[in-house]
């Protein structure tokens, strides 16, 4: 079965440093990994997704993540990091192996920026 | 392009009541599902379909149900709301041939059963 973790509940980062949000995988065939972000009483919004090809991935906002098939990780980062950054961050999960596969979600990482 | 629509966006149930959350989407996407957001516990997966017909449970499906007899509409019911169903929920749609699997959300859906 295929799962997804977002180990940290809260990050805190200061304004113009680097950030980082961490998130693990289970699948059992190749793994599709994505960032969505989500802004109080909002949907969600995509940021970036790794299918296949470069293990670093570039998306929205300044957004990057690398894809670690060892580490079974796909973390999110962003050089410097902004107060509008501050947001609910999500990492999901669907196994490639299967057209009939889910996309499963983690439990999602509280972004807080401080100036 | 109106994308992915969910109605209702607000919606007040009393217990036992049953109603349905209304998704469609314009972009011929095969894939289809619903989530609930609670606080602290992320987006849950409710069921999903991967074309018409075609429908299946995912993590959180009891006292939910849905149907895909088209390739644009995924309607979930509720057939008798609990206070535990109090959550936000959200429809996705995407599609390995058309969107590159990325994943396209409706606004949300505010349901409160009192």
């Known amino acids: 079965a295929q799962s997804v973790a977002q180990p940290e509940d809260q990050v805190n980062v200061a304004e113009g440093n680097p950030l980082t949000v961490k998130c693990t995988y289970s699948v059992s065939g190749n793994p599709y990994l994505f960032w969505y972000v989500q802004y109080p009483n909002r949907g969600l919004q995509f940021l970036l997704k790794?299918?296949?090809?470069?293990?670093l991935v570039k998306g929205s906002y300044g957004f990057e993540a690398e894809f670690n098939k060892s580490q079974t990780s796909f973390h999110l980062k962003k050089p410097s990091a902004l107060v509008s950054d501050s947001a609910l961050y999500f990492c999901a999960v669907r196994d490639g192996y299967s057209s009939a596969s889910k996309i499963i979600f983690g439990s999602g990482t509280r972004l807080s920026i401080r100036p | 392009n109106a994308g992915v629509t969910q109605t209702p966006k607000f919606q007040v149930l009393k217990t036992g009541q049953s109603m349905t959350l209304q998704c469609a989407q314009d972009m011929n996407h095969e894939y289809m599902s619903w989530y609930r957001q609670d606080p602290g516990m992320g987006l849950r997966l409710i069921h999903y379909?991967?074309?018409?017909?075609?429908?299946d449970q995912g993590e959180v499906p009891n006292g939910y149900n849905v149907s895909r007899s088209t390739t644009e509409d995924f309607p979930l019911r509720l057939l008798s709301a609990a206070p535990s169903q109090t959550s936000v929920y959200f429809c996705a749609s995407s599609s390995d041939r058309t969107s590159g699997n990325t994943i396209y959300f409706g606004e949300g859906s505010w349901l409160t059963v009192v």
């Open positions: 379909s991967v074309g018409a017909g075609i429908t």
């Open positions: 790794y299918i296949t090809g470069d293990n």
